[in-house]
């Protein structure tokens, strides 16, 4: 016996090419007897009852379902038939062409079948750009930085909601499954899974790695302000979740600025839940730097830590003046960099100062030992970041230059996706210049993996030509630097 | 499915990127499967409003509710009754487009529309009278919208004119609106003369009747009403967008109540006429889409949190606005004069700034939302096919969805872009796209002409900041 379905969809209407294209489909799966469907047009309800199908008046607007099968199950497998022809006919009419050049779509919402959305627009414009990408199924990467607290709460808040992952905002670095977002170093695949609250330390960390042969699984960006008070760690626990399933990542590495007590215990707690072994780096006064932190990773993996590399001679280098110069891309190595130089020379000014009456603004000359971070949020207003566009720093250095002040400069370089293609070209002139008027030592951190496309080993004999010093670790550029500030001093 | 929707799966990973396109170029060069976003900033001045409407964590939903009942509406014709029963109007009260207006600020065309009616009414004996009574006070006027009817051009509605009244049975929501006149020299276009009251007397006296038993005698039959929503969907297939084109829609209306009328008992002298008259005016059925659009809109009002529009309308000096989320209030800026081709000699500098209720049609995403269904339509820009098409395509960026019924079939039957959203049109500063009749700027001249326009930013940023402030406070 068999078993029958007739079902009447009032107001559906299609058009009836559309509908034998869907009969047949029906029809064809096994175990179908008589499928149509069709609009209720006296002609359509004839054919259905000649069929032998029982209606109940229909309309000719009513879209008519008339299923016969072997059994219910039948039934069910060919309802599951039709909607999915239905869904098939309305993706082709979303993907159709033809009839004049497709305009790109206008927002992150009407990007179709994407699962990430990228973020670069100037701050103001962010946030809702990224809560329709939320809301249209894709998790966000948020590389703009000015964007309320709020804002990234309320953005974090809604993902949760529909287990998405917001990265930022302010992310400059994300690796997922090996494809490098925004400011990213090319790696290998491998056993390290990072969750950093900061761009350039995970790049750092993640370039150390590369040089020991080691690759990543992930890096999932958070966005400085994750383990704020504020947010509460928001991204950073959807991550430890997403990196604790993975089956790539092994073990999972925290980078981030110390955070408030209950933010720091809530992270804690959650990777001792983890059944893989979980490295902070966490950075700062009285924390290890990130080439140590690195260094723990090796450890925690098994790995022979190697002698990070240097390029040029330390030798003849000789403070031309008093005061250390920092003149940064990177955020958090340029506050690693001064969390290191503090504790040998006390005051370091800075537009990141490390002490509230440290600060200084930094379009002000340098004053005593100054640090400034061109990456930071009030210096990319209206402008790119320091990492695509060099003309500001550039500038900076040829001022310390003429700073009878300045006995040393410290710099870093960073390779990778999104950023300069050649900065060591763009720096060479200045560094020449330092060199030749004031024979002032410029140190170099130089953050890139062996596979960046830049060419690591290209950057390097280039900047070490115009006559710099470089090094792979930003913590061995500075302890050079310091070792010739302390030995050189005023002529 | 893993944490993320399987996001850190190998392979998986698809990017929308919007802003530098350097980082563009980098997941390009990784060979990442990629879309990228013709950003621009939002309109200047929303961005606070615009932000605060976006962290409405009520309006993603509340969007979704209201297309899901624009969807669901349906429309029959229920009735034809004249204007004082079915609206309750008394002699001395009228109903216009667009959003209320005085006589002082009232444009040529909806002056010679009220003048038009005082006299079809007999208010008045000559527009001298009319004027008098009407700068006066002695006849009040009210937005056709305020009673949940349309009405086209000036709109003007008069106590005795014979109105659709149409049925959406999903809501148990009635709508409606006056018999279409023709084209040229008629009274929503603002004309007024002896042989514009007189084609009025006689819709009253022969017409209205005539509908009325026909589609009596249709609701009575076996067939049941007639389903305009049913048509407006066919006739999206068949060529006509529902605004500027209703050549097919007319047919199959006449198609519909033909064979009632000629079973009616009416004198045959007054069937031919009524059914040459109908025939001979392809926008006839424009007066059945309105209020159909209309059923289809009212689902979608009072959502608290949505941001999907619910009346675009206007009355020749003002383009109102209203929006689901927050109730009957009217954004206003200034109405903006169409361009298109113009009848016989007027020009531009003869037409009068946008007028009618009709774009109730695109804010039920037909009319300029469905162009891409009516081709012919792009001549009244001088315009090619792809434009027609590409107007569509920019429709689907401010809508919050699509209207599966209203397949569109150069589009491979993809539904007309349903439900602008408020939000959408100040992200991406891209306006509703309307067709549009032209009518004379002075009172008494009638059409001039057809063409395209927008409203103007002005009732969107009026909407993004009331919505701003009708949502929950944060930050």
């Not at chain 2, 039959?221 to 389903?227: E, H």
């Amino acid at each position: 016996m068999s078993e029958v379905h007739i079902e009447f969809r009032s107001g559906a209407y299609r058009d009836s090419v559309s509908l034998l294209e869907v009969s047949r489909a029906v029809a064809q799966t096994p175990g179908v007897e008589d499928a149509i469907i069709a609009m209720g047009t006296p002609l359509n309800v004839d054919l259905m009852r000649e069929l032998g199908f029982v209606l109940d008046n229909p309309s000719p607007n009513d879209l008519i379902i008339a299923i016969r099968a072997s059994d219910q199950a039948t039934i069910a497998t060919a309802l599951s038939a039709l909607a999915a022809e239905f869904v098939s006919m309305d993706d082709r009419a979303k993907a159709a062409g033809g009839g004049g050049e497709v305009a790109p779509p206008r927002s992150v919402g009407r990007s179709h079948g994407s699962n990430l959305a990228l973020i670069s627009v100037p701050g103001s414009g962010a946030f809702a750009e990224a809560m329709d990408a939320i809301e249209s199924g894709q998790s966000v990467m948020i590389f703009s930085d000015n964007v309320a607290v709020w804002q990234e709460i309320a953005l974090k808040d809604r993902a949760a909601e529909e287990d998405l992952l917001v990265m930022g905002p302010d992310c400059g670095t994300a690796v997922i499954g090996g494809v490098g977002l925004g400011f990213a170093n090319i790696v290998r695949p491998g056993p390290v899974g990072i969750i950093a609250a900061s761009g350039t330390g995970a790049q750092h960390v993640i370039a150390l790695l590369d040089l020991a042969g080691v690759g990543i699984s992930h890096c999932i960006g958070v966005g400085g302000r994750d383990l704020s008070r504020e947010v509460m760690a928001r991204s950073t626990m959807g991550a430890f979740d997403a990196l604790a399933e993975d089956e790539q990542t092994e073990v999972i590495v925290l980078i981030s600025k110390p955070s408030a007590p209950e933010v720091a215990k809530l992270v804690r707690e959650r990777a001792k839940a983890i059944a893989k072994p979980v490295v902070f780096a966490l950075l700062g006064e009285g924390s290890p730097d990130l080439t140590n932190a690195t260094e723990e990773i090796l450890r925690t993996i098994g790995v022979t830590q190697p002698i990070w590399r240097s390029w040029g001679d330390e030798g003849p280098m000789r403070a031309a003046g008093k005061y250390l110069r920092g003149l940064y891309s990177g955020g958090t190595i340029c506050d690693e960099a001064m969390v290191i130089a503090a504790k040998e020379l006390g005051t370091i000014y800075s537009n990141i100062p490390l002490r509230q009456e440290w600060d200084l603004d930094p379009f002000v000359p340098s004053k005593e030992h100054t640090f400034i971070d061109f990456g930071d949020d009030a210096m990319t207003v209206g402008r790119a970041h320091p990492m695509i566009d060099p003309t500001l720093r550039i500038e900076r250095l040829r001022r310390e230059i003429a700073d009878p002040d300045c006995g040393v400069i410290i710099l870093d370089v960073v390779l990778g996706h999104g950023a300069d293609s050649d900065p060591a070209t763009a720096l060479a002139p200045a560094i020449k210049e330092a060199i030749s008027k004031r024979k002032i030592p410029v140190i170099i951190s130089l953050i890139g993996s062996s596979g960046d496309p830049q060419g690591l080993e290209r950057q390097a004999k280039l900047l070490i030509e115009a006559g710099a010093y470089v090094t792979v670790s930003n913590a061995a550029a500075v302890r050079t630097a310091l070792s010739l500030v302390r030995t050189g001093g005023a002529s | 499915m893993s944490k993320f929707h399987g996001l850190l799966q190998n392979d998986n990973l698809k990017v929308t990127t919007a802003g530098v396109p350097l980082l563009a170029d980098s997941l390009a060069n990784q060979q990442v499967p990629l879309t990228r976003i013709d950003w621009r900033p939002a309109v200047p001045g929303s961005q606070t409003s615009l932000d605060r409407v976006m962290a409405d964590g009520r309006r993603s939903e509340a969007n979704s509710i209201a297309l899901a009942r624009m969807l669901a509406a349906g429309a029959q014709l229920v009735d034809v009754r004249q204007a004082k029963d079915a609206l309750g109007l008394d002699s001395r009260t009228f109903l216009h487009a667009g959003p209320p207006i005085t006589w002082e600020r009232a444009s040529g065309p909806m002056r010679g529309a009220l003048l038009g009616g005082a006299i079809f009414e007999g208010i008045a004996d000559n527009p001298e009278g009319a004027e008098k009574i009407l700068s006066s006070g002695g006849v009040a006027w009210e937005p056709c919208h305020h009673r949940d009817a349309v009405g086209p051009m000036a709109g003007v509605v008069t106590p005795s004119m014979w109105m659709f009244e149409l049925l959406d049975p999903s809501t148990g929501n009635r709508s409606w609106c006056s018999l279409n006149e023709g084209l040229g020299k008629v009274l929503r276009y603002g004309a007024y003369s002896d042989e514009v009251i007189d084609r009025l007397r006689w819709m009253t006296k022969v017409l209205g009747p005539l509908l009325k038993i026909a589609v009596e005698r249709r609701s009575a039959s076996a067939a049941g009403p007639v389903d305009i929503h049913a048509i407006l969907a066919q006739m999206i297939q068949m060529g006509d967008e529902g605004h500027n084109r209703n050549r097919a829609g007319t047919l199959m209306l006449i198609r519909d109540l033909l064979p009632e009328m000629i079973e009616s008992g009416a004198a045959t002298s007054d069937l031919a006429t009524a059914t040459r008259f109908i025939g001979g005016n392809d926008h006839f059925f424009l007066n059945l889409v309105m209020p159909a659009c209309k059923l289809q809109t009212m689902a979608a009002r009072d959502i608290p949190g949505s941001s999907v529009v619910t009346v675009m309308a206007r009355n020749g000096t003002d383009f109102g606005i209203q929006v689901s989320g927050t109730g009957r209030t009217w954004y206003t800026g200034p109405a903006q004069t169409p361009v298109g081709l113009f009848l016989g000699s007027y020009s531009e500098a003869d037409a009068n700034p946008d007028i009618g209720d009709s774009a109730i049609t695109e804010t039920a995403g037909v009319g300029g939302f469905s162009m891409a269904a009516a081709p012919a339509i792009v001549r009244f820009i001088g315009g090619t096919v792809p434009d027609a098409l590409a107007a569509t395509r920019r429709m689907y960026e401010i809508t919050v969805g699509e209207n599966v019924n209203f397949g569109i079939p150069v589009l491979e039957f993809r539904g007309a872009p349903t439900g602008i959203d408020v939000t959408r049109v100040i992200r991406t500063g891209i306006l509703p796209q309307i067709n549009t009749g032209m009518a004379g700027r002075l009172a008494g001249v009638g059409q001039v002409g057809a063409g395209l326009v927008n409203p103007p930013m002005e009732c969107f940023e009026g909407a993004i900041a009331g919505l701003a402030e009708a949502a929950p406070q944060v930050g």
